[in-house]
């Protein structure tokens, strides 16, 4: 855990809170399981997830693994706003915006490297790592204008924090902490990032990509979706497995969608079907192996989450998926465009030869060239590309799968479902995208989701 | 992989010139026609295709702009490339259906010796366009350092590296080879 | 020549580091390359800027901690933008375990170099 952040001045100022687009409940009927297409079209609807999404929540910014010496940093970004996240020599990480504060200059354009300072090619002002201005060219000028640099550095980002080497940070000072925001889960998350002892790694960099799509549909599609699976990839698997996808809809009572405050997993208990379509038996042999040692650490049913039939989304913009062991950042760009950013993440303990054939895996599968991924883009492209029909966008959607799925008797934690062919997730997530939306600051979002997980295990 | 650029380039003969442009004339145009098993009998058994992401980074930064154990679009051998066409030729590869059109353009074609008897090392530069349905147009530039393996009357591709000028691609896939 | 100044102790400063050493009023960044001692001026002739702050790059260049230019320690020569004025040099005694510096006499290797 790191909040390198907190003891910075606060050199982040905030507009006060816009007023929020009036009747923004009448977008979705949950309950009908219907939803309004405007969400994934309407401008001043992106203009306010800008403010009270992307510059609220606690977002993904880079694995612990990407900057381990003291200078590391990676270029990133929190929505739009472009950030810089730099290993402090303390051993600490900070964020800032990428930005010089002097005539709003980007101050670092390499995507990632290891740095003394960031200094701006516009007028040379020089920033350390801790993101204090340290000087200038031409410094006399500013000397002789009674400057004080202490109130010009970097702009800090609000805190940043990790879980199990997942590196978020948040740009509002009054977010909840990171713990409380991902809540209950945290329990799933460890089946993946903390499998063995080892903890989990980047490897092999990052492959960006562009889809004219809006946002949500490529969260959504993770939250909650393996429905597509079997029609959208058919051609994916004959190709890596010389077969369909497997019928996951005819066996419900061995899977599951969880949620908690908007993020969402959908999984099976089949322990390596999602690495199976990687099409590497030495892969699942690793699996194998491996899992009954999960299964003492964390139990039997997570120990069958570790590469089965699954994926998962952490609200608002950030997914995974266990076996293909593909993570990524889906980053809003106007209503109907995304960066997308790719990395293979495996454990760090896993032999060499193993990290390489998950590296040249995830690229098989789930890249722009990838067998999977290429038949996804165009579907969220012309799923949003279709609202621009002034009466096509007035016609409602369905997410209606999986009403009285609700599993009450459980110990696990967060909101379960019975059958990973659900829509119950999709629903929890826009059901907080709803309630951050309406809200007009952290206090007065509403806690849905009572958990069960503790404070900062 | 970088090996032949430390060899001295010595070109080829005229002929040899000749047969080795019209073999990546050729190779165009069986992708832009989706020929692709004709296109994958043009790889030999040990090909490495290679077409990896770039990185900005700065010049003093060693680790360079990209790297065999970094990012790719594609590291493959013939399996997977054979998987790849595999996909290809599903009825239910829905981003191929309608087909998209394909338009491969080589250019700047050079060739050298290769460190091996019956090698050549082949310099080329490419543009590729892509129409899909009504108005999805991908534009792709760059370049490419071939081994070509003499066959018969013919060659195989053993090699291909493939640098593209962009670090974000600005598509939503690549359903294409270069 | 005047009477040489005491710096420090030799094992006050550990190879391959550079450390702020008053003299006088006068402002010096004292290195330790490989065992040999150095003595610059501290301050940057590009901007306003202490050496000593700054890190021991390439075995004997100073990379200035705002702006990374380098100058040459031996000699204070610059060596990479946007350092474009040398850096003076001092003349460092080494006495048994007494590093020493002559304010009034340019390092051995600048002397040379001219």
Redesign the interface.
């Known amino acids: 855990m790191c909040n390198a952040n907190g003891d910075q001045p606060i050199r982040l100022k905030r507009r006060p809170i816009a007023q929020s687009i009036e009747n923004l409940d009448q977008l979705l009927s949950l309950e009908q399981g219907r939803m309004s297409r405007d969400v994934f079209w309407d401008k001043d609807i992106y203009e306010q997830e800008m403010e009270r999404i992307f510059a609220r929540c606690w977002l993904f910014v880079a694995h612990e693994s990407q900057i381990p010496k003291a200078g590391d940093y990676v270029s990133t970004y929190m929505g739009e706003d472009n950030v810089l996240i730099v290993r402090q020599k303390d051993g600490s990480i900070k964020g800032f915006l990428n930005t010089c504060p002097h005539r709003g200059n980007k101050v670092c354009?390499?995507?990632?490297?290891?740095a003394r300072q960031f200094v701006c090619n516009y007028h040379g002002w020089a920033f350390g790592i801790d993101g204090g201005l340290k000087g200038m060219h031409a410094s006399e000028t500013y000397e002789a204008a009674g400057m004080d640099k202490s109130e010009h550095g970097l702009h800090p980002v609000a805190h940043v924090d990790s879980y199990r080497g997942l590196i978020f940070a948040t740009l509002d000072p009054d977010a909840p902490s990171l713990a409380d925001y991902l809540g209950d889960m945290r329990y799933y998350l460890d089946a993946v990032f903390d499998m063995d002892e080892g903890g989990t790694e980047f490897?092999?960099?990052?492959?960006?990509?562009?889809?004219?799509?809006n946002w949500k549909y490529a969260s959504e599609n993770f939250v909650g979706d393996i429905l597509h699976a079997g029609?959208?990839h058919?051609?994916?698997a004959?190709?890596?497995v010389g077969g369909p996808v497997a019928e996951v809809h005819k066996t419900p009572e061995q899977s599951y969608h969880v949620n908690f405050n908007g993020h969402g997993w959908e999984f099976n208990q089949d322990i390596v079907g999602n690495c199976a379509t990687l099409?590497e038996k030495e892969l699942l042999k690793y699996l194998y192996v491996l899992q009954p040692k999960v299964a003492e650490r964390l139990g039997e049913l997570r120990s069958k989450m570790i590469g089965a039939i699954s994926s998962c989304t952490l609200f608002p913009n950030t997914s995974f998926l266990p076996g293909q062991n593909t993570f990524r950042t889906w980053h809003p760009r106007g209503p109907g465009q995304i960066?997308l950013h790719t990395w293979t993440f495996v454990n760090k303990k896993a032999p060499q030869e193993i990290k390489?054939m998950w590296?040249?895996g995830t690229?098989?599968t789930f890249?722009?060239?990838g067998?999977f991924?290429?038949?996804d883009?165009?579907?969220w492209?012309y799923s949003t590309r279709s609202n621009a029909g002034f009466v096509t966008r007035q016609q409602d959607l369905y997410l209606g799968l999986g009403h009285d799925t609700r599993v009450e008797d459980t110990d696990l934690p967060g909101n379960v479902y019975q059958g990973q062919i659900n829509e119950a997730n999709q629903r929890a997530f826009y059901q907080r995208w709803l309630d951050l939306m309406k809200a007009d600051s952290w206090k007065t979002v509403p806690q849905r989701d009572v958990p069960k997980m503790k404070e900062g295990v | 992989m970088n090996a032949k650029t430390t060899l001295p380039e010595i070109p080829v003969d005229a002929e040899t010139q000749r047969r080795v442009e019209q073999f990546l004339f050729r190779e165009a145009r069986l992708l832009d026609n989706e020929r692709w098993d004709d296109w994958l009998a043009l790889m030999a058994e040990d090909i490495h295709y290679w077409?990896p992401?770039m990185?900005?980074?700065?010049r003093a930064?060693k680790?360079g702009t990209y790297a065999i154990?970094?990012?790719?679009?594609?590291?493959?051998n013939l399996r997977?490339l054979t998987?790849?066409v595999?996909?290809f030729k599903?009825p239910?590869?829905?981003?191929e259906d309608p087909a998209t059109r394909h338009a491969h353009v080589v250019s700047g074609i050079e060739v050298y010796q290769g460190g091996q008897a019956g090698e050549f090392i082949v310099h080329s530069t490419f543009v590729n366009y892509r129409s899909r349905v009504e108005k999805?147009n991908d534009l792709l530039v760059g370049r490419r350092e071939d081994v070509l393996r003499a066959d018969g009357d013919g060659f195989r591709l053993a090699r291909r590296k493939i640098i593209i000028t962009q670090?974000?691609?600005?598509?939503?896939?690549?359903?294409t080879f270069l | 020549m005047s009477q040489p100044i005491l710096l420090l102790r030799k094992a006050d400063l550990e190879a391959g580091k550079v450390r702020k050493v008053d003299v006088n009023g006068c402002a010096l960044a004292v290195y330790n390359l490989d065992g040999t001692f150095y003595a610059t001026q501290d301050g940057c002739t590009h901007a306003t800027a202490s050496l000593s702050e700054g890190e021991i790059v390439d075995d004997e260049c100073i990379a200035c901690p705002v702006h990374d230019g380098t100058f040459h320690i031996p000699t204070g020569q610059p060596m990479s933008f946007p350092c474009e004025h040398a850096i003076r040099t001092y003349k460092v005694i080494e006495d048994g375990e007494d590093v020493l510096v002559d304010l009034d006499q340019e390092s051995d290797a600048a002397a040379d170099a001219i």
Request: hydrophobic letters at 30%.
């Open positions: 354009f390499a995507d990632l490297g290891n490897i092999g960099g990052c492959v960006k990509s562009v889809i004219q799509c029609w959208t058919d051609s994916g004959k190709a890596m099409g960066e390489d590296r040249k690229m098989m890249s722009p060239s067998v991924e290429m038949d883009g165009e579907n492209e | 077409m992401t990185e900005n980074r700065r930064d680790n154990d970094r990012g790719a679009l594609y590291n493959d997977d998987r790849r595999t996909r599903q239910t590869a829905w981003a999805d670090s974000v691609l600005m598509a939503k896939n690549l359903n």
